[in-house]
Nanobody, 126 residues
Framework: QVQLVESGGGLVQAGGSLRLSCAAS????????MGWFRQAPGKERECVAS????????YYVDSVKGRFTISRDNAKNTVYLQMNSLKPEDTAVYYC???????????????????WGQGTQVTVSS
């Protein structure tokens, strides 16, 4: 089992920045691929960014490329999502997810992940 706790969400003006953190516990975090997803009202959950177990391979959805950065600190069992130049369309609940299988690459399908955090609200005002 893996427990995930997100933090860092909030209300920010367009053009601002936020950093989301996801603290993991319960299993060996350093071997697990991780992802950040978001879901806006009336929309499907989408993968915003994902990262492989070592941090050497990352993925970003086109709409956030150049603005968001995913990273991980395996010594702290934490994955981060740095979000810059935020736009109103980034408003959503953001979820951290962990894949249950060790190693591998990055994964963008929500069904590839076995553990989820409770979500943190990000609201970007215009």
């Amino acid at each position: 089992q893996v427990q995930l706790v997100e933090s860092g969400g909030g209300l920010v003006q367009a053009g601002g920045s936020l950093r989301l953190s996801c603290a993991a516990s319960g299993r060996t975090f350093s071997t697990l691929p991780m992802g950040w997803f978001r879901q806006a009202p009336g929309k499907e959950r989408e993968c915003v960014a994902s990262i492989n177990w070592s941090g050497g391979i990352t993925y970003y959805v086109d709409s956030v490329k150049g603005r968001f950065t995913i990273s991980r600190d395996n010594a702290k069992n934490t994955v981060y999502l740095q979000m810059n130049s935020l736009k109103p369309e980034d408003t959503a609940v953001y979820y951290c997810a962990a894949r249950g299988a060790n190693y591998g690459g990055y994964y963008t399908n929500a069904r590839s992940y076995d553990y989820w955090g409770q979500g943190t609200q990000v609201t970007v005002s215009s």
